[in-house]
């Protein structure tokens, strides 16, 4: 996968896990990692699948329909990388934070959905519900941010209560922060994501 990496907190520190959205690169959400903490190690990826030449972390079918089976290859892609990058370039795999803006918050949700301990903590900027009917695994510890907007097209508002709704019942502590911009990643947002990560 290409990646951007930047050490800042070193071996034993925190580390933000970037994850941009459809047709965005490892370089788009470089700023809010920044904004969310400055003195942490940065992970910014890029999504390897391309539609209309557009990166993306997986496949969908149409609007708003994954294709589910590529989801799920490419978040064991995805967590297997960061295993494997962990050691390679020397972070604490138990410290990440996922920042996923979209297509980016969709493959992060995923990882939550998938594997137990893949995060520590996630920024979900206009989530959708990755996978429907599934069992999800132990979550308890684990600290979800969901940025939704109450009027986005793209994310209903319903999409980002059942995925607090999923998450908790999973044991996560998930919180919900309301926008009214539609589907954009305002700067709003961004700061309240900063203050819920300070706290």
Not at 59 to 68: A, N, P, T, Y
Not at 71 to 77: A, D, G, H, V
Not at 113 to 134: D, E, T
Request: include cysteine; aromatic fraction near 8%; hydrophobic fraction near 40%.
């Amino acid at each position: 996968m290409k990646y951007i990496y930047e050490e800042k907190a070193g071996p034993n520190g925190p580390t933000l896990l970037l994850l941009h959205g459809t047709g965005g690169t490892e370089s788009d959400l470089l700023p809010l990692a920044g904004i969310i903490d400055p003195n942490a190690n940065v992970l910014s990826v890029r999504g390897n699948v391309l539609e209309n030449g557009m990166p993306r972390f997986f496949r969908r079918l149409e609007e708003g329909v994954f294709d589910e089976e590529d989801l799920i290859k490419r978040t064991e892609e995805l967590h297997e990388f960061l295993n494997e990058a962990s050691q390679r370039i020397g972070f604490d795999r138990k410290q990440v934070t996922a920042i996923g803006y979209s297509n980016g918050a969709n493959i992060a949700g995923s990882l939550l959905f998938h594997y137990k301990n893949s995060l520590q903590k996630a920024i979900l900027h206009h989530p959708l519900v990755p996978r429907k009917g599934i069992e999800l695994p132990d979550l308890t510890g684990t600290e979800v941010f969901i940025a939704a907007g109450d009027n986005d097209p793209m994310c209903p508002p319903e999409e980002a209560e059942e995925l607090q709704r999923l998450l908790t019942i999973a044991g996560a502590n998930a919180n919900i922060h309301w926008e009214s911009n539609g589907h954009q990643l305002t700067m709003n947002e961004v700061k309240a994501a900063a203050s819920w990560y300070a706290n």
